[in-house]
Structure formats: structure tokens, C-alpha cells
């Protein structure tokens, strides 16, 4: 596919970038938007070189959630209304979904603007760093529209449903070190440094051992919808996958040797 509203390419070995590119407009999403992105996801989820992904948005913002002016014109187009199931299915919720079934790493760079179906799009990520000139609320309801992405499960999970609640029916945008108090991000940099502080932390996860990576990222994630049992079993057979590993026999070697040890996802 080329692609028209995203860049999708590699950093440094073991390291993607996905860069939202519609900067005229704060990368606003539209359907090409989103159906660019799933592709991108697949090619990372199918590339085993390709350790750990950053997720970010060309020029001043990060993503300012769906764009109003694409939508009018679908909706004059087609007669087809903003939340029209089919459009959403096609689109974000065709991203929203493959962001979560990913089982390798995922960072949000947050360089600017994440609001409403950006917001989302942050939150799907593992890890999110945003810059200090970063803000991320939901500001859906301003045109009376819905946290309809995905943000309606993720914002309470992140929030708490009462915070969740205020944040969408009063369109709340906080500024980065309110978002960290929140819990919407994991850290906050000084925009100048962030780049190179994302780019640090993906080569800290690319240098673990890939398995483990993954399958402790699908167990946390599974676990946080199934009963301790249920993880439980499910741990028994990751372990299986992971100790017969040769990732495994090396980073034992390199104990005992007291060297770094090289994963290599095998």
C-alpha cells in the first residue's frame, strides 16, 4: 500500500516508526487515515526484526481525534451520518482494534495535541511519553459526538469512571503534567528531548528477549479481563515457549558469564 496519510518506516534496526502525517490538520484521522494504519500495524506485527514500535504525528500534534471537515463531506457525499456503523467499523475500529491485538511493544511519542479519538489512539499504546507541551483530553462532546474509537472502554480504565465521566461531558483538556497526575501518560519530557528520550527507551525494550517481551505483554494484557486462574493456566503454557528458547539458554550464559546477553527472538 502507499501511503497517503501516514510515513511508516524504520528508525535504526529493530526499531519502527508510524507517523501520523496530516499536520495541516493536527493529523486529524480519517477512514484512508485509519486503513493506512492497520496495514502498517500488520507489517509490523509480521516483521520479526522489528522489536518495538513508536506511534506519533508530524509537526505540532500528536493526533486531534477524527476530522470534522473529512466527515461533512462524507456525510454530503453519502447521506451517511459521522457514526455511521459501517464507517466506523472500516475505519477506527478496524485501528482500534489491531493496536490491541498487537503483541509486540507499542510507545506513544506525544509531541503535542491528543484529544478525543487521539487520546484513544495514545492509550492503545503500551508506554507514553509526552512532551511538555503536550495536552490529552476528550473533547468529543464539543461537537456532540461520542468517545466512540474505543475511548468509552479505555478512559475509565485509565481514569476511573467518575474522572472518565467529567473529562467527556465537560470536553477536559489537561496539560502534560496533569495528565501525568492522571495517569494518561507514563512520563513527561522537555519537548527538545523527546525524541531522543522515546528513541532511548525503544532501544532499551529491542535489546530484551523478544519472547518474553511479547508474551508477557499478552499475558498482562489478557490478565486484566480473565480470573487469576485463568492467568494462571495461561502462564504454565507461555512458560514452556519461553524456557525451551534460546533466548533463555543465552541469557542464563551471559549470567554466569556476567555479560550482556544477545537475544535474538529464538
Avoid at 55 to 84: K, N, P, Q, W, Y
Avoid at 222 to 240: F, M, N, Q, Y
Wanted: aromatic share 4%; glycine share 10%; net charge negative.
Amino acid at each position: 500500500m502507499d501511503y497517503q496519510h501516514i510515513r511508516y518506516e524504520t528508525l535504526e534496526p529493530g526499531i519502527a516508526q508510524l507517523t501520523l502525517n496530516r499536520p495541516e490538520r493536527m493529523n486529524a484521522y480519517d477512514v484512508v487515515t485509519a486503513r493506512e494504519c492497520v496495514d502498517a500495524l500488520a507489517r509490523y506485527a509480521s516483521d520479526d526484526e522489528q522489536r518495538v514500535l513508536i506511534v506519533t504525528g508530524e509537526g505540532r500534534g500528536f493526533c486531534s481525534g477524527g476530522d470534522l471537515r473529512s466527515h461533512a463531506d462524507e456525510e454530503i457525499a453519502s447521506g451517511r451520518m459521522i457514526g455511521h456503523a459501517t464507517v466506523m467499523r472500516e475505519g477506527f475500529h478496524a485501528l482500534t482494534r489491531s493496536m490491541r491485538q498487537l503483541t509486540k511493544p507499542t510507545i506513544a511519542m506525544v509531541n503535542g495535541p491528543a484529544v478525543a479519538g487521539g487520546l484513544t489512539l495514545a492509550l492503545l499504546c503500551d508506554l507514553r511519553i509526552a512532551s511538555d507541551r503536550a495536552t490529552l483530553g476528550d473533547t468529543s462532546g464539543n461537537a456532540g459526538l461520542l468517545p466512540d474509537e474505543g475511548g468509552a472502554w479505555l478512559f475509565p480504565r485509565f481514569l476511573g469512571l467518575e474522572k472518565a465521566l467529567r473529562m467527556t461531558y465537560l470536553g477536559e483538556v489537561y496539560d502534560a503534567e496533569e495528565a501525568l497526575r492522571l495517569g494518561l501518560v507514563g512520563e513527561v519530557v522537555p519537548h527538545d528531548d523527546l525524541s531522543d528520550h522515546t528513541l532511548a527507551l525503544a532501544r532499551g525494550i529491542a535489546g530484551r528477549a523478544p519472547l518474553a517481551v511479547r508474551l508477557a505483554k499478552r499475558m498482562m494484557v489478557r490478565g486484566l479481563e480473565e480470573t487469576l486462574d485463568a492467568s494462571l493456566d495461561h502462564a504454565e503454557i507461555a512458560v514452556t515457549i519461553t524456557n525451551d528458547s534460546e533466548d533463555v539458554q543465552e541469557g542464563v550464559k551471559a549470567f554466569l558469564d556476567k555479560r550482556e546477553p544477545v537475544f535474538r527472538g529464538r
